[in-house]
């Protein structure tokens, strides 16, 4: 009899795991399904946005058509706009800066040709007294051409400082060590690149340098884990590293 309650009860085992295990599954496949959904809601959403609006222009149309309305030239020539793509787009200058005139002109998932496009209306429309330049570590990979985006970096830089908009350089934010997905292709040795470039023209016009890079890469050039949100975000410890970099060179 003791054999038979031995195989029931080991049955029963097994059973209950087997049950246990599938009800883990269903909840993982049921985890897994909602962030592909909302992945591809995303997906979809920014289609949409790129489809009716590829520069990203309309963002901030209202607020800078308010702007343009409510403050005179003089009040404008006091902000400092921050300008860029994600990660600018994260950083809160009300809640880093507070105090400051500064205003975020940040475009998540942007690539600098769409940068460029809006450049005009979200920096040099509004005459701000000075513009925090910044691009995306995120751009940098095996098929961008760095060419083209140094060229649209100065060709920004320099319509500011023709429009007597001070132009202030930041440099590219390391990545983590994770962000490191190609071979033969290093994402550190680039942005180290690109930011050797923006030190040079910075030096050739007497333009400032906001040096964010030096700031948080570690000994490697990556961003430590301790300062990441994500491969290429920064998360609230990094940006406040970012806004003591920023703070003495703003009003």
């Known amino acids: 009899m ?7 009860l080991v049955i029963s085992v097994i059973g209950n795991v087997v049950g246990l295990f599938a009800i883990y599954k269903a909840f993982r496949y ?59 787009r994260g950083f809160d200058p009300e809640k880093y800066l507070p105090g400051k005139k500064i205003i975020n002109r940040g475009v998540g998932s942007q ?35 760095v060419s083209t ?6 060709t920004m830089a320099l319509m500011a400082h023709h429009k007597g908009i001070g132009p202030m350089l930041a440099t590219i934010l390391p990545a983590t060590r994770e962000a490191e997905h190609y071979d033969n292709y290093s994402m550190a040795d680039n942005i180290k690149a690109f930011n050797e470039k923006i030190k040079n023209l910075a030096s050739k016009y007497d ?27 920064p998360n609230e410890k990094g940006y406040e590293i970012m806004a003591s970099v920023l703070s003495p060179l703003v009003d």
């Open 111 to 145: 690539s600098n040709t769409q940068l460029l496009t809006r450049f005009s209306s979200d920096v040099l429309q509004l005459e701000p007294d000075r513009v925090v330049l910044k691009f995306c570590s995120g751009n940098f990979n095996p098929t961008c051409n």
């Open 30 to 88: 049921r985890e897994a399904l909602s962030q592909f959904q909302a992945y591809n809601k995303n997906l979809a959403n920014n289609f949409e946005a790129l489809k009716n609006d590829f520069p990203g222009a309309l963002v901030y149309a209202a607020d800078n058509h308010r702007l343009l309305a409510e403050l005179p030239a003089e009040e404008r020539r006091n902000m400092t706009v921050m300008f860029g793509a994600s990660i600018t």
């Open 149 to 154: 985006m140094w060229d649209e970096f100065e």
């Open 207 to 233: 333009f400032p340098v906001v040096d964010y890079h030096k700031a948080l890469a570690d000994s490697e050039g990556f961003l430590p884990d301790n300062l990441a949100r994500d491969e290429i975000h």
């Open 2 to 8: 003791k054999p038979m309650l031995i195989i029931i």
